[in-house]
């Protein structure tokens, strides 16, 4: 019995997720370049690590990147409430951020998180996603670059989890039902 038996659905293979990062890495090394800027690419623990290896493998610039851990989520509700669990390491002051998130769903994370950044003083802040789902806004929240738009279903895989499980998937995928018994 393998973890994929527990998928209903593949969404997004890992094919056209590898195809996605590359075109959204080519913009963002157009339009920082541009701006003769070169990000701080800040991945949110744990679930943009996969998304944000493969999209700074297309990433032409000299960038570094670092990691920050907030919470705000447990099983499939997302609530308000949302604290830091490890900060960055690297100073914020002055940089020109990239956040990379797996999913918007409600907008609270990130709201949250691009106010902290502008907190440290960063000189911008932008935001990229793995997934989007539009229809489950809470926060208005602009978001710069989207990988895929999803409806309002609950996916798990390339990073998502569902109770810490499936984040080690290579696609974007729906969990059977039985997974949630
Ligand atoms: P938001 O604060 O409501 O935008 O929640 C964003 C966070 O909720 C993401 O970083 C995920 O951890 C989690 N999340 C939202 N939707 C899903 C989903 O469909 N599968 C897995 N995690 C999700
Ligand atoms: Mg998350």
Known sequence: MSIRDEIKTVLISEEQIRERCRELGKQVTKDYSEQNATPLVVALLRGSVPFMSELIKYIDLDIQYDFMDVTSY???????DIRIVKDLETSGE?????IVEDIVDTGRTI????????????????????????SRRVVDVDV??????????????????????????????????????
């Open 94 to 98: 002055g940089k020109d951020i990239l």
């Open 144 to 181: 710069d670059y989207i990988g895929f738009e999803v409806d309002d279903i609950f996916v798990v895989g390339y990073g998502l989890d569902y109770n810490q499980r499936f984040r080690a998937l290579p696609f974007v995928g729906v969990p059977k039902e039985e997974v949630y018994r």
């Open 111 to 134: 709201n949250a998180v691009v106010g902290m950044m502008k907190n440290k003083g960063a000189n911008s802040v932008k935001v990229i996603t793995l997934l989007d789902k539009p």
């Open 74 to 80: 447990s099983g499939t509700k997302s609530t308000g």
